[in-house]
């Protein structure tokens, strides 16, 4: 049985950086690429940020270039969203996603969710 779990998410000051961590458990996940998507209360779900099967290439939503950074552990199973200069609006549930297609920009492309982790920005 395939699981994505998300860890890392919390409250934390405007400016501040939290890094989210998306540990896969079922799945040899080398085999996919990941993506992260966000939802805010009352919005869509929407792209964060995606990255390659080996790492070797990234895309980013407009609205969290140059303050986001996506990475990935294949030995350990894991993809990394590490986020700094957060603002109030970066407050949002976020999802990691996995598929077969990269990037996973849209979720009809995403094969597996995991249940999302919290992160709150304060003014």
């Known amino acids: 049985q395939v699981q994505l779990v998300e860890s890392g998410g919390g409250l934390v000051q405007a400016g501040g950086s939290l890094r989210l961590s998306c540990a896969a458990s079922?799945?040899?996940?080398?085999?996919?690429?990941v993506a992260w998507f966000r939802q805010a209360p009352g919005k869509e779900r929407e792209f964060v940020a995606a990255?390659?099967?080996?790492?070797?290439?990234?895309y980013y939503a407009d609205s969290v270039k140059g303050r986001f950074t996506i990475s990935r552990d294949n030995a350990k199973n894991t993809v990394y969203l590490q986020m700094n200069s957060l603002k109030p609006e970066d407050t949002a549930v976020y999802y990691c996603?996995?598929?077969?297609?990269?990037?996973?920009?849209?979720?009809?492309?995403?094969?597996?969710w995991g249940r999302g982790t919290q992160v709150t920005v304060s003014s």
């Open positions: 996603a996995a598929g077969n297609t990269h990037p996973i920009k849209v979720a009809g492309f995403v094969r597996y």
């Open positions: 079922g799945v040899a996940f080398n085999n996919y690429a």
């Open positions: 990255i390659s099967w080996n790492g070797g290439s990234t």
